[in-house]
């Protein structure tokens, strides 16, 4: 049971352009969401977060929306670098515990 | 700050054999956790700690993997009798926020290659 789906595994974006990344999940408990970075061989990077309570949360280049509704979350990197070529991984905190439940990844690749 | 730092940093064994990983997380944080990656999915949480305290286990872990972090300071997670289903990345992270500013700094993992 994925309760929090990428469902694109990849993306190509031209340099200077935006690059969007989506992130679903099931559970309308989950109240905090964060987004890493990982490179080959290298651990995740934490990225941006944003608590339910807000829907957008901006951090130079990168900026996080949230729409409750329909329990989505996007990332938007803009513009886009070639330094940006990495798998991006969204993930939730479980409610009630410290645990965090993270997507199976979108792999981006910036061209250019 | 030295970040959280994992030994080795690739472990290559035969099946059967056991493997220990060693984590050592940011000093000052309270809080330790492992996770797994395969190739094309995300990290899959195994264990946390608060301090010493194992608070919760994933129950996808079979009873040959066990964690443990003795005095709330480095963790090792030992896996007995591996198998090659068991090759993986092996993640650890800390933390010590709370809430909404809470955040998982990651090391660079262990790659277990099970032959």
Known sequence: ?112 | DTGVSQDPRHKITKRGQNVTFRCDPISEHNRLYWYRQTLGQGPEFLTYFQNEAQLEKSRLLSDRFSAERPKGSFSTLEIQRTEQGDSAMYLCASTTGVGTNEKLFFGSGTQLSVL
């Not at chain 1, 900026?63 to 991006?88: C, E, M, R």
């Open chain 1, 1 to 112: 049971d994925q309760q929090v789906k990428q469902n694109s595994p990849s993306l190509s974006v031209q340099e200077g352009r935006i690059s969007i990344l989506n992130c679903d999940y099931t559970n309308s408990m989950f109240d905090y969401f964060l987004w890493y970075k990982k490179y080959p061989a290298e651990g995740p990077t934490f990225l941006i977060s944003i608590s339910s309570i807000k829907d957008k949360n901006e951090d130079g280049r990168f900026t996080v929306f949230l729409n409750k509704s329909a329990k989505h979350l996007s990332l938007h990197i803009v513009p886009s670098q070639p330094g940006d070529s990495a798998v991006y991984f969204c993930a939730a905190s479980v409610p009630g515990t410290y645990k965090y439940i993270f997507g199976t990844g979108t792999r981006l690749k910036v061209l250019a």
